[in-house]
């Protein structure tokens, strides 16, 4: 048994990489992480470009509190944080 990395649902998989119980929590963890990068992306790229100064500095900060902010969400309501999906990840790749 498995737990569902959107919902938290009890779920027998059905494939060895299976981390959502149904298409529409798949489809939800991705739209929601595909709209955090739309706003995160732009800021850790105005830090990479450029790591000293004031605008990277600033653009870092913020990224992080997003980032720290996204994961609160994630445990508030139940869900893997994006740290555990990517080490969930990780571990199935590395077993393959």
Known sequence: MCKC??????????QAK????????RTAYHNRSAKRGKTL???LLAWR???????SKRALR???QLIA???????????LSGNA???RQYAHWLRS
């Open 41 to 43: 992306v732009p800021l």
């Open 62 to 64: 913020e990224a992080c």
């Open 18 to 25: 299976q981390l959502f119980c149904e298409p529409k929590c």
């Open 49 to 55: 470009v450029k790591r000293t100064g004031g605008v």
């Open 69 to 79: 902010q996204f994961n609160a969400e994630d445990e508030a309501a139940g869900r």
């Open 5 to 14: 990395a959107e919902c938290g649902a009890t779920f027998k998989r059905l």
């Open 85 to 87: 999906f990517v080490a």
